[in-house]
């Protein structure tokens, strides 16, 4: 079974600094994809940032960026510059490739960003 | 905007109930997910169609049921409804060969 973990609840960043949430993930498969999921105060779900098992590359998406070190099995997002909308909750989530596409979420980390 | 229309967006009901969730996919999405967020249980994987076809299952209780109609829009059937049944669920769209599933905003289901 696929277990993701994110170890910190909440987190305070200062605006315009870099931060980095946690992101553990455990699996036997070799095939699976990584995301990130953004939800602000207003509910929505929204797509940040994907890292595929078999990708050599650190993925990128503007100020995201997910440092995804596969031997330790973590896959930690990193927002450079961060900004006052970036407070919200925010998930690591977790594809299995050979049971069919749905996610396994982790618990999820609140970033609260300080002006 | 995501593509993912979810209707509707709020819904207070009372236990013993029965409701309807909608979902309309983004244009040209073959695969529906459902998921259940909760404040005890997290975000919940509870039902995968594809095309119409049930494709996955997760922690789907029995009292729920969905389906997904010739036009790929699906609807979430919670029936019985308990206190615990409160949360906000969710509807979210992909297809053939894209990495991401697409979320709609959610329905806030009350149960009182």
């Known amino acids: 079974a696929q277990k993701i973990t994110q170890t910190q609840p909440g987190m305070f960043v200062q605006e315009k600094e870099a931060v980095t949430l946690d992101c553990t993930y455990d699996?036997?498969?070799?095939?699976?994809?990584l995301f990130w999921y953004k939800q602000p105060s207003s509910g929505e779900m929204i797509f940040l940032i994907y890292q595929g098992s078999y990708d050599e590359q650190n993925a990128t998406e503007g100020r995201y960026s997910l440092n995804f070190q596969k031997a330790r099995k973590s896959a930690n997002l990193v927002i450079s510059a961060s900004q006052l909308g970036d407070s919200a909750m925010y998930f690591c989530?977790?594809?299995?490739?050979?049971?069919?596409?749905?996610?396994?979420f982790g618990g999820g980390t609140r970033l609260m960003v300080k002006p | 905007d995501s593509g993912v229309t979810q209707t509707p967006k709020h819904l207070i009901t009372a236990t013993g109930q029965r409701v309807t969730l909608r979902c309309s996919p983004r244009?040209?999405?073959?695969?529906v997910y459902w998921y259940q967020q909760s404040l005890d249980q997290g975000l919940q994987f509870l039902i995968q169609y594809y095309n119409g076809e049930e494709r996955a299952k997760g922690n789907i209780l029995e009292r729920f049921s969905a389906q997904q109609f010739p036009d790929l829009h699906s609807e979430l059937n919670l029936s019985s409804l308990e206190l615990g049944d409160s949360a906000l669920y969710f509807c979210?769209?992909?297809?053939?060969?894209?990495?991401?599933?697409?979320f709609g905003q959610g329905t806030r289901l009350t149960v009182v």
């Open positions: 699996t036997s498969d070799q095939s699976y994809g």
């Open positions: 989530a977790m594809r299995d490739d050979n049971a069919g596409n749905m996610l396994t």
């Open positions: 979210a769209s992909s297809t053939f060969g894209q990495a991401e599933a697409f």
């Open positions: 244009s040209g999405d073959l695969s």
